[in-house]
């Protein structure tokens, strides 16, 4: 059983930045790609970013290219979302989640194919 817990998020003014941290237990971190996905209020979870095992693949959602960054340290069992530029339409819960594949390579963006899933955390964009 792998337990992610999510943090970092909170109240924020439009162009303002944010970075949401989730962290893992266990000592198999590096098996997993992670994902980050969001819910807004009234909206179903989208996929927001997600990297593979190794880090060095990653793959963003359109809508946060260039604002939104991805990255992980397995030294630290630990992803990471960079938020800049930050919209009022960003506004959501922000999950993370990891999938148990074999490829180090793989980015993961169906949520289906991810196994475990964090409790959550709340980013608000104020204008």
């Given at each position: 059983q792998?337990?992610?817990?999510?943090?970092?998020?909170?109240?924020?003014?439009?162009?303002g930045s944010l970075r949401l941290s989730c962290t893992t237990s266990g000592?198999?971190?590096?098996?997993?790609?992670?994902?980050?996905f969001r819910q807004a209020p009234g909206k179903e979870r989208e996929f927001?970013?997600?990297?593979?095992?190794?880090g060095g693949d990653t793959y963003h959602v359109d809508s946060v290219k260039g604002r939104f960054f991805i990255s992980r340290d397995n030294a630290k069992n630990t992803v990471y979302l960079q938020m800049?530029?930050?919209?009022?339409?960003?506004?959501?819960?922000?999950y993370c989640a990891a999938a148990l594949v074999l490829g180090r390579n793989a980015v993961v963006v169906r949520s289906n194919a991810y196994n475990y899933w964090g409790q959550?955390?709340?980013v608000t964009v104020s204008s």
């Open positions: 792998v337990q992610l817990v999510e943090s970092g998020g909170g109240l924020v003014q439009a162009g000592r198999t971190f590096s098996s997993y790609a992670m994902g980050w927001v970013a997600a990297i593979s095992r190794s800049s530029s930050l919209q009022l339409e960003d506004t959501a819960v922000y959550g955390t709340q």
